[in-house]
């Protein structure tokens, strides 16, 4: 079963536009929730993640927003520039396991028009 | 720091072969695991470690082994292999405590004919 859905798979956008990924999970338990992303022919590599506790944290022009009791959170990439097109994947742990196991979502490839 | 590194990059197999895939990483770390990506399916756990002489399962284990003898190596065996194990693998690390990013490898292409 898919514990963490992602949606929408691929998505194109306008240099300067608004790119919008969301993700919904299943499980209460997780409580670490992590955006990773991925060039192609490389590893994915952290970019932003969020904790329960609060409902938005941006760093520059990348901002989670996470609705606890919707049991979502999403990526916003504002001010999208071509650099971005990339494989983007929402992610959900349980911190308090201490295993560090990630649960991954199903990924959305990006794609930035000049 | 060499950060984690796989090997092969590339490999092409015939159907029954064996082999096993390399990861190593250099930053202490007492969890990896290993992932298969695959189109539209993301990125699933095969199987993961929280420490050496520590293993177990994650989503997708069937037709897959690994050991981990030391905090650095995480081999990841495929005993037998099939066409559906077609993939690109990746290889993760991070700490078990505290911040849990993930460390990932360049990953290795894999082609079973």
């Known amino acids: 079963q898919q514990q963490v859905k992602q949606s929408p798979q691929s998505l194109i956008v306008q240099k300067g536009g608004i790119s919008i990924i969301n993700c919904a999970y299943e499980?209460?338990?997780?409580?670490?929730f992590p955006w990773y992303q991925q060039f192609p022919g490389k590893g994915p590599a952290l970019l932003i993640a969020?904790?329960?506790?609060?409902s938005e944290k941006k760093e520059g022009r990348f901002t989670i927003s996470f609705n606890k009791s919707a049991k979502q959170f999403s990526l916003h990439i504002m001010d999208s520039q071509p650099g971005d097109s990339a494989t983007y994947f929402c992610a959900a742990s349980i911190n308090s396991s201490n295993t560090g196991k990630l649960i991954f979502g199903q990924g959305t490839t990006l794609q930035v028009k000049p | 720091n060499a950060g984690v590194t796989q090997t092969p990059k590339f490999q092409v197999l015939k159907t029954g072969q064996s082999m096993t895939l390399q990861c190593a990483q250099d930053?202490?770390?007492?969890?990896m695991s290993w992932y298969r990506q695959d189109p539209g399916m993301g990125l699933r756990l095969i199987h993961y470690s929280v420490g050496a002489g520590i293993t177990d399962q994650g989503e997708v284990p069937n037709g897959y082994n690994v050991s981990r003898s030391t905090t650095e190596d995480f081999p990841l065996r495929l005993l037998s292999a099939a066409p559906s194990q077609t993939s690109v693998y990746f290889c993760?690390?991070?700490?078990?405590?505290?911040?849990?990013?993930?460390?990932f490898g360049p990953g290795t292409r894999l082609t079973v004919l």
């Open positions: 993760a690390s991070s700490y078990t405590g505290g911040v849990r990013e993930q460390f």
């Open positions: 499980n209460t338990a997780f409580d670490y």
């Open positions: 969020i904790r329960p506790d609060v």
């Open positions: 930053m202490n770390h007492e969890y």
